[in-house]
């Protein structure tokens, strides 16, 4: 379980007085400065490029090199790149059923990645792939805020959008198709708002072909084209567009995905399907709504909505968008489903962006009818949305700003963030030499690895596992990472099945708690 702060004293002080603080401290500086504020650069149409590059060049960076120190892990990372791996083997191309059916999602936007496989094939390009294109989510951000605000406030919010922790995060933890959501959503956003159907249509398909778990959204946005935009036949198109491709596309290939096996874990104690879970939250709100109250669901939406100053609230229209991921995420048990750091907050960051732009042009004019005083307020709100982007960015994000990343705080995302997961060290040299030296590149040959010991040449073949598997021919363990067992960090059970190995395996490599073992030893009978 994830560990929730309480409310003692330095969560008040991160949470709430440093921030309110912060944006104090502007305003008054503001209010005192006799001249009115001077603006930003003119040319926000380029400025907003150079910020998605700036994007694009440091994180693109942050993300290779974690995966070359060896910071990423098997569960997703490791399991998308031998997956991928494998159907761009398939010649010329692998049909939608075999992707559904080798990733267990309903996720064919992954096709252009095959491609990209089949002209090189590195985990390095899955990372590369995903940089660029949450990245390029700053773009309709920028224009749909400049319709609105102008462009002083538009550069702010884009930069606010590459700042904003769940984007972080969502570029830098492993891989994961969810990711294409962000981008996708917004630019359909932006298409309806400029009234480009065509474009609106492009953006609809290609977000229903993302992961199953996320074509509800598109429906509730074809129902908030009809409703809010009231663009009624559009939305009616979108909307039952979706309902009729999830019952006769998805749900036929996917039968399996939304059954829950009644586990407690995610969804489990609402019901063993997904007629049983809808049946459940529609007339059970008793079994439910003492769920979504929990101080670490609150949490959640507090680090969602403060970053953008809590704009959305003034108009949540947009906020419809986000019911179904929003219901999803309060309503699941499995505490990674309503954290920041996951895929799952992806469909959520659109609609946020969205009603932050409609809120701050509601704050506009709240402002400008009052005192010529308050008026001058209204030039602050690109500083306003500066401060809060970076305060919890430099708190809550792993960025290269970010007190993660020079301090390692919170020690749970201290392995994956610090700055020292993106130095290579000469212990990370030698790990790939002998991975290279004694793991056979044999797709054939079964390899088993510690979660957080993952790369290309032990994912590229027909069978890679996480640490344990029994019959995998040769296993990679390292003890001076996190202990994983399987997707569980568990030091007890990893100390039990490394004595386990040392018994029955042959050492092949060993140095400095990083561990080869290769086939089991044959027993002779007495």
Avoid: C
Wanted: charged residues 15%; glycine residues 8%.
């Amino acid at each position: 379980m994830i560990e929730h702060p309480g409310f003692s004293l330095s969560v008040v002080l991160r949470y709430f007085l440093l921030p309110a603080t912060v944006l104090g401290l502007i305003t008054l500086w503001h209010l005192r400065t006799e001249r009115s504020h001077p603006g930003w650069p003119v040319r926000g149409d380029r400025a907003v490029w150079w910020l998605i590059s700036a994007f694009w060049g440091v994180y693109g960076t942050m993300g290779v090199l974690r995966y070359l120190a060896y910071r990423t892990t098997i569960q997703d990372l490791g399991f998308y790149d031998q997956r991928i791996w494998t159907l761009s083997n398939v010649w010329p191309f692998p049909s939608p059923s075999q992707i559904v059916s080798t990733f267990r999602h309903f996720s064919p936007i992954v096709a252009p990645h095959i491609l990209a496989y089949k002209v090189y094939a590195s985990a390095a390009v899955l990372i590369g792939l995903q940089v660029v294109a949450v990245g390029l989510g700053a773009y309709p951000v920028y224009h749909l805020a400049k319709r609105r605000l102008g462009p002083e406030a538009a550069l702010a919010l884009a930069a606010g959008y590459l700042l904003y922790p769940p984007v972080v995060f969502n570029v830098l933890f492993d891989f994961h198709p969810d990711h294409l959501f962000i981008p996708l959503l917004l630019f359909a956003f932006y298409f309806l708002e400029v009234g480009n159907p065509w474009g609106l249509a492009l953006s609809g398909v290609l977000m229903l072909l993302v992961k199953e778990s996320l074509v509800p959204t598109v429906a509730v946005f074809g129902i908030y084209t009809a409703l809010v935009k009231r663009r009624y036949l559009l939305g009616a198109v979108v909307a039952l567009g979706s309902a009729v491709f999830f019952w006769l596309v998805v749900m036929p290939r996917s039968p399996g995905l939304f059954k829950t096996g009644g586990t407690a874990e995610s969804h489990g104690y609402l019901g063993a399907s997904l007629p049983e879970i809808v049946g459940t939250v529609l007339t059970s709100p008793g079994a439910w709504l003492p769920e979504v109250v929990q101080v670490p669901k609150l949490k959640f939406l507090f680090l969602m909505l403060a970053p953008l100053m809590f704009l959305p609230v003034l108009a949540p229209k947009p906020l419809l968008v986000a019911l179904p991921g929003l219901f999803m995420t309060l309503l699941s048990r499995g505490p990674h489903q309503y954290q920041i750091w996951a895929q799952y907050a992806a469909p959520l960051i659109p609609p946020l962006f969205v009603a932050a732009v409609f809120g701050g042009q509601r704050l506009m004019a709240i402002i400008s009818g009052n005192t010529a005083r308050w008026r001058r307020m209204g030039t602050v709100l690109p500083l306003w949305i500066t401060g809060a982007a970076l305060y919890f960015n430099v708190v809550f994000s792993p960025s290269p700003l970010s007190t993660t990343f020079w301090l390692g705080e919170p020690e749970r995302l201290r392995w994956s963030y610090h700055f020292r997961a993106v130095l290579l060290a000469d212990r990370d040299r030698d790990m790939r030499e002998a991975l290279h030296r004694y793991v056979p590149a044999d797709p054939d040959v079964i390899v088993a690895s510690q979660n957080s010991v993952n790369s290309s040449h032990l994912a590229h073949r027909h069978l890679y596992a996480p640490f344990p598997y029994a019959t995998a021919a040769y296993v990679v363990v390292d003890v001076k990472r996190p202990l994983y067992v399987n997707d569980r960090i568990d030091a007890g059970a990893f100390e039990a099945e490394l004595e386990q190995l040392r018994r029955d395996r042959q050492v092949l490599y060993q140095s400095d708690g990083f561990l080869i073992f290769g086939p089991k030893i044959p027993r002779t009978r007495p």
